[in-house]
């Protein structure tokens, strides 16, 4: 501004500075201006919360993969008691869908905050209980019974957590640095590996097999009681993302949003093709992670017969390079593009497929690390550092919510049956792992082509789309 209108600006000081702060305040939600957000609170509440409902999760896969075949199984063979764990892994990812559906529907509606925090306190209690269950042995096919039951209702709440927790930091972040924010939340998935499966290498180390199977694997699930306590805390003092707030305000939005109240049939008349897209898209992740994580640990320890202590190990030296990786990645994606590196990761999960599996037959410890840290940090880390900010960037505000859990929880059945349909793989090729190699490649193919056809994703994710117009996005 020339200095020649200074003067003006100093006349009346006294009052004109009443004024100017109160015009400040009033026209926050008359022109859009954001209040001031604190990004390491909002990421610190993101992470936090992500980090206790991915624990969860995937200390519940590496505990089905080891002890829940003889645990609540243990009328069947070692192979079909396997099955069925996995089963009961793959129960979960049956009701993240319909968590997605309600707490996508609510978070468009009423706020990304109040629905992170109804996820964060079922999937934390269902886990805790999950650690308190009866056995086989204790009280027969109630324990089973009993187990699906407390799956489905962690898969339900997790259902509800990625597009929250995504949206919480990348609504708040600076638009040339979105795909470095968004990236944060990310960590909590492969810090929730790296604890989940430590705690659990930590435990197996410490008790003898007799223990683990008796009470020991209950230790992981019980300790996850601390983790809600903190996640809860730092959730609570959170406020809501500046972009919600702006396209709730009736006087930047005053229209009735095409008069559709309900956010998944907005989000599929106006962003159809998009849709379709992001959940193809995703397959790869899902479908790669399943195969590198939970049915890669029980095909070293029953397949190859190893110590159970090599692939823990290796998963959690391959989590904790993800970890570091993961805003690495995101930093990267703000110069070169967003889809770029997606398509990156997808080629990655296409060519490490066969050599994954040459790797582990090799029964060498340093050649089974290998595989599991460089698959692992090329392929699904690489898809998952950058996809809710490219996903993000498909959706306008008044629908992002719904269509990031659509496209993530639907796809992610698939992901949940994974383990299953590896172990059933295996066993019609006669214990070769070649139809699972096939399997994860033609995962990575179905993602690359609907990566390559996503159009109009910038190098940052603009996620400035006025919910009130209803716009189509860039489909």
């Not at 990236?183 to 929730?192: F, K, R, V, Y």
Request: glycine fraction near 10%; charged fraction near 15%; include cysteine.
């Amino acid at each position: 501004m020339p200095d020649a209108l200074e003067p003006r600006r100093a006349h009346g000081a006294a009052g004109g500075a009443f004024r100017s702060n109160r015009m400040k305040t009033d026209t926050h939600s008359s022109v859009g201006e954001d209040p001031p957000v604190h990004m390491g609170r909002v990421v610190t509440a993101s992470i936090s919360g992500a980090l206790l409902e991915w624990y969860d999760f995937f200390v519940y896969g590496t505990a089905s993969a080891l002890f829940f075949g003889r645990v609540f199984f243990p009328t069947s063979d070692a192979a079909t008691g396997i099955i069925a764990s996995f089963a009961t892994y793959g129960a979960g990812f049956f009701a993240r869908p319909l968590g997605g559906i309600i707490f996508g529907h609510f978070g468009d509606q009423r706020g990304r905050k109040s629905a992170l925090i109804w996820t964060l306190s079922i999937v934390g209690a269902s886990t805790f209980l999950i650690g308190l269950l009866p056995t086989y042995d204790q009280v027969g096919v109630w324990a089973p019974i009993l187990l699906v039951a407390l799956r489905l209702v962690q898969g339900f709440g997790l259902g509800g957590e990625y597009g929250g927790a995504a949206l919480l930091t990348i609504e708040s972040a600076p638009g040339p640095r979105r795909g470095f924010f968004g990236s944060l939340p990310q960590t909590a998935a492969s810090i929730g590996i790296l604890l989940a499966t430590g705690i659990v290498s930590l435990c197996d180390s410490a008790f003898t097999d007799e223990q683990m199977h008796s009470w020991g694997w209950r230790i992981p699930f019980l300790v996850s009681m601390l983790m809600l306590a903190v996640g809860m805390f730092v959730r609570t003092h959170t406020g809501e993302t500046p972009e919600f707030l702006r396209q709730r305000n009736p006087a930047t939005c005053s229209s009735s949003r095409s008069g559709e109240r309900i956010p998944l049939f907005r989000a599929f008349r106006n962003h159809p093709r998009n849709m379709v897209l992001a959940f193809c898209a995703r397959i790869a992740e899902t479908v790669s992670s399943n195969i590198i994580n939970a049915f890669g640990i029980s095909y070293v320890t029953t397949q190859l017969a190893l110590d159970r202590q090599i692939p823990l190990n290796g998963m959690l030296v391959a989590s904790a390079i993800g970890i570091l990786a993961c805003p690495v990645i995101g930093w990267f994606s703000d110069r070169v593009g967003l889809r770029r590196i997606y398509l990156l990761g997808a080629v990655s999960v296409v060519l490490v497929s066969f050599p994954f599996f040459l790797l582990l037959g090799t029964a060498s410890v340093p050649a089974i690390w290998v595989a599991l840290i460089v698959s692992y940090n090329l392929g699904p880390t690489m898809m998952f550092a950058v996809q809710p900010t490219l996903f993000t960037s498909m959706f306008g505000t008044d629908v992002r919510y719904t269509g990031l859990s659509f496209a993530y929880q639907f796809s992610a059945i698939l992901g949940g049956l994974t383990p299953l349909i590896c172990t059933a793989l295996l066993q019609a090729f006669d214990g070769e792992p070649w139809g699972v190699a096939a399997y994860m490649a033609v995962a990575g193919l179905v993602s690359l082509v609907a990566t390559v056809l996503i159009r109009g994703s910038s190098r940052t994710a603009s996620t400035a789309e006025p919910a009130c117009r209803d716009v189509k996005g860039k489909d």
